[in-house]
Each structure stands twice: as structure tokens, then as C-alpha cells.
């Protein structure tokens, strides 16, 4: 194990470079900026490599002395949380990359803004007290909010407004909630929490309060009107981070609270939740369909994509919920690399319009390779993240409901179709306009940005055990926790079922 507090140096890490750069020059801050977000992806190396595997559920754990009565810094780490602080370490250096040279005004605040992002997803993910989790759940907003409102687009200040209002409103029941949950239980451990059996009259209120909150920052239909603003909005790299990272706390907060500590009340709103993401699926693929601006379709897409997150979350099995987490890492780093795919032209052309683009394959080879991997990983295509992120979520749901499977496996066919459409009129077909032909293909920047992003995409395709083995152990705990509230499907092939058909034979053997 680690003899230091590898935690709380994650953390300090980009706390001390945000304010190292507020008193820096524009290119010093960048080279500060950068040095900070490697050094914690080093360090989110080591945690992994000294992660024990099938060992203790907690990791790596820090405390503290309690601050009035109950809350205090407390830290640690479970499989789940690793995997996504892994995901925010290794795409924080390739946004600080690729704002390297479209980010001119304001440098030094613009790359604090962006540790301080970092510090908090960090946090969040590692809090193992109640109202700590609380504190960098809702000031994650923060940054964000400025990045959109001050280096955003035309109309960032409409759209950094209704990001910060919609979140923040939903957070307010969640904290009143949280009073209620740590008065009731006499803790704020979460992993205390975890094991608290709290009245089924109240879990409703509770998931309810809970809901609001994780419900939009997902985002689910139909609270996720904010999302298609903010992306359009957002410079190249905030669209990366808050695709990437923001939108999987929604996920993880499901994942970490709803289920686990309310099993009845999820049990019986499941089918809330299949419903409105059988709707996400369709509706927001059908609106990606239709859209001309290329950051619209894309951000559109993440919706569908959560709305699959959210099927394998309560399907109360393990492939569910170990396809959840996959399919979050895999949108994670393939949403980012499409972001960044539509910034690499936008750098050029300014502008969005997918019908001012065509036929770039003849002039940018190699951006039309790699757009290419990341649209059929986006897809689900066999040997990418998105394969078996997307398999393993459907097989869990299937075990709960037909339907919903039906309608979400639906709506992956239409994800496939606008995302080949936008590929076709983008990439393919003939140099029409004077202004593209003349577009240089990618830089060595923008090379060493997309292609490490490109081998962790293939990588967890080819062997997603790397990535499963971590969190096995904490979703079969997960699943142990929630057996005993799991709604009856309308498959026969629920776990440990015995088909009908056999159960004489088995009895037979028994009795023998």
C-alpha cells in the first residue's frame, strides 16, 4: 500500500497550481496548468497499480477530526470511484492541450477555472462523508459556469444561466434530504450509510429528493434542455470536461446513493426510470437526426447514451450495473474525442455548420481516420468502448424488462444512423467549397490530444476485463445489498431463477 495520503495530494495538486497561475503570464500559466493535470495523472497511475483488486471495499482511506459533531474530511475509494477519477485525470492534460492555442483571452484564470474542475470531480468521487461529497458535488458549478459565461459563444451568458439555475435547484432538495438522512441515521459516513436500512416510508421522499438532483445533472428527458445550450455554448474544452466527466456525477450519485441506500423506493420507481429513458433513447435520437449544428447533434447523443446508464443502474443485477459504469468511462472518452474532433475544425472554418463541410477525407486523412474510429465507437461497434459498455447494460435491463430493452435497443439503431449521416456529409463526398480545400489536416498537437484517447477506446474494447476487474467486486456488493427489493421482470431469465421446466429435475437431484 501507498505511505502517503494519495488522496489529499490529488487534490492539493491543482488547488496549489490554480492559484500558481492567477499570478502567472498567459504561456507560464499554460506550462503550469499542464504540469499540475500530469502530475495528477501520474499519481491516478500509481493509485490504480496499488489498487488491491478482490481486496477490502474501501481504499486508501483518509480521515479526519470531525468538524461540528459529525462532518469531517473523510476520503477513500472503492472500484467505481477509481475508475472515474481515472477518466478526469486523463482527460484534464488533453483539454488543457487542446485549449492551448484557442484560448487567448484571460489565460491565467481560464486554466485556474479548469484545476479548480478538476480538483472538485476529484473530490467528489473520493468523499466519504455525506455532506463533503455535498460541498464539491454543487461547487463543481462553479467553474463550469464561468468557463461557459466568459469564454463561451455568442449567447454564453443565456446559456450559463440555465446550466447554473437548472442544477442548482434540484441540489437544494438533495441537501434537505441529506439533514434528514444524518439525523436519522446519527452519521455522515457514507459508507456507514451504505449499510442503513432507513424506514421504506421515507426511502420515496428521499429518492424523490435524490432524483431531482442526479436527474439533471445526467441529464434525463425531459430536464435536459440545459445540456444542448451549454455544449453549443461552451469553448471546445469545456465541452470535452462537461461531456466527459460532469455529466457521469448524475450516474454516480445513482449509482453511490439512490440504489443502495433506498433499495425499496428504487425497486418501486424502476419503472420511472425505464420509462423515461425508453423516451430519452428515441426522442433525442430523432431530434440528433434533424440538427445542422455538429456540437448539437453530439450533445444530443450524450443524452441517449446516459439514458442507457441509467437502464443498467436499476436493473439490479451485475451486468447492469458493470455495463452503467462502462458505458459511462466509454461516453466519457469517446464524447470528449468528438468534441474535440468538432473543435479541430472549427479552429479552421469557424463555424459548425455541418453543411459548410464535406469531403475532408481528401484533404485531412488523418482526422478523417480517427473521427472515424470515434464515431463507430460512439456507434457501439464490436472492439470499441461502446460495444460492451452498451451489451452488457441491455443484457442486465433485459432481466427486468423486455420492453424497455426493446425501445432503448431501438433507439441505438437511430444512433447509428445520425451518426453515420453526420460522418457522410462531413467527411465524404466531394471538396466543394473553396475555404475546405485549403484546410491543413492535423497538427502534432492535436495528434498526441486524440490518439491516446483512440488506444484507450480500443483498449477497452479488445479487453474490457482491465477496466471490470476493479468494480466486480463492489457490484456484486451493490447487488447483495439490493437483492432483496428487486422488482420481479418479465424475463425468464432472472439470476438464480430456476426455469420452470427443470425444477422438477433439480428437485429430483436434491432429494437423491
Known amino acids: ?9 490529488m487534490l492539493a495538486v491543482p488547488a496549489v497550481a490554480a492559484v500558481g497561475c492567477l499570478f502567472l503570464s498567459d504561456r507560464n500559466a499554460r506550462w503550469l496548468a499542464l504540469a499540475a493535470t500530469l502530475a495528477d495523472l501520474v499519481l491516478g497511475a500509481v493509485l490504480w497499480a496499488n489498487f488491491d483488486t478482490g481486496g477490502p471495499q474501501w481504499q486508501f482511506v483518509e480521515s479526519g477530526a470531525p468538524v461540528f459533531g459529525r462532518f469531517g474530511w473523510s476520503l477513500g475509494i472503492d472500484g467505481f470511484s477509481l475508475m472515474l477519477i481515472m477518466l478526469s485525470v486523463f482527460l484534464m492534460p488533453i483539454c488543457i492541450g487542446a485549449s492551448w492555442q484557442s484560448i487567448t483571452k484571460r489565460v491565467p484564470e481560464y486554466m485556474a477555472a479548469f484545476l479548480v ?11 466519504q462523508d455525506l455532506f463533503l461529497f455535498y460541498i464539491f458535488f454543487e461547487a463543481g458549478l462553479i467553474p463550469m459556469y464561468l468557463i461557459i459565461g466568459i469564454w463561451g459563444g455568442a449567447n454564453r451568458i443565456y446559456a450559463s444561466y440555465k446550466f447554473f439555475l437548472y442544477t442548482l435547484l434540484g441540489s437544494v432538495l438533495m441537501l434537505i434530504a441529506m439533514l434528514w438522512m444524518a439525523h436519522e441515521a446519527g452519521t455522515t459516513s457514507i459508507p456507514v450509510l451504505l449499510n442503513h436500512d432507513f424506514p421504506v416510508a421515507a426511502q420515496t421522499w428521499l429518492w424523490l429528493a435524490f432524483f431531482a438532483s442526479f436527474a439533471v445533472k445526467m441529464p434525463m428527458w425531459p430536464v435536459h434542455t ?11 474544452a469545456g465541452s470535452v470536461i462537461l461531456a466527459g466527466v460532469l455529466l457521469k456525477l448524475g450516474g ?5 446513493f439512490s440504489v443502495p441506500m433506498f433499495p425499496e423506493a428504487s425497486a418501486q ?6 420509462g423515461l429513458s425508453a423516451v430519452a433513447v428515441i426522442y433525442t435520437s430523432l431530434v440528433a437526426l434533424v440538427q445542422s449544428d455538429m456540437k448539437k447533434l453530439i450533445a444530443y447523443s450524450s443524452v441517449a447514451h446516459m439514458a442507457i446508464v441509467t437502464i443498467g443502474l436499476f436493473a439490479f443485477n451485475r451486468q447492469g450495473i458493470e455495463g ?25 472554418l469557424h463555424t459548425r455548420e455541418i453543411s459548410r463541410y464535406g469531403g475532408l477525407s481528401i484533404n485531412m486523412p488523418r ?16 472492439g470499441t468502448s461502446g460495444f460492451v459498455g452498451e451489451f452488457l447494460s441491455l ?3 433485459y432481466q427486468v424488462s423486455t420492453w424497455a430493452t426493446f425501445l432503448c435497443t431501438t433507439g441505438i439503431i437511430l444512433g447509428a444512423g445520425y451518426m453515420l449521416y453526420l460522418y457522410r456529409r462531413i467527411a465524404l463526398g466531394d471538396l466543394v467549397n473553396d475555404d475546405v480545400k485549403v484546410m491543413p489536416d492535423l497538427s502534432m498537437r492535436e495528434i498526441s490530444l486524440l490518439v491516446p484517447i483512440a488506444l484507450v477506446v480500443l483498449w477497452m474494447g479488445v479487453y474490457p476485463e482491465s477496466f471490470l476487474a476493479p468494480m466486480r467486486n463492489d457490484a456484486a456488493t451493490l447487488v447483495a445489498r439490493v437483492e432483496r427489493a428487486r422488482p420481479a421482470g418479465d424475463s425468464n431469465l432472472q439470476m438464480g431463477a430456476v426455469p420452470a421446466k427443470t425444477a422438477p429435475v433439480a428437485a429430483a437431484a436434491g432429494a437423491e
Open 324 to 348: 452503467a459504469m462502462i458505458v459511462m468511462l466509454s461516453h466519457g472518452l469517446v464524447s470528449g474525442a468528438l468534441f474535440l474532433c468538432v473543435g479541430v475544425i472549427y479552429d479552421r
Open 117 to 127: 474542475t478538476e480538483l472538485l470531480m476529484i473530490g467528489t468521487f473520493a468523499a
Open 1 to 9: 500500500m501507498i505511505g502517503f495520503p494519495i488522496l489529499s495530494l
Open 269 to 274: 420507481l424502476t419503472w420511472l426510470i425505464l
Open 226 to 236: 440545459w445540456l444542448p445550450d451549454a455544449h453549443v455554448q461552451a469553448p471546445t
Open 252 to 256: 454516480y450519485g445513482f449509482l453511490r
Open 395 to 397: 443484457a442486465g435491463t
Open 367 to 382: 482526422y478523417a481516420v480517427l473521427f472515424l474510429l470515434f464515431t463507430m465507437a460512439s456507434i457501439g461497434l464490436p
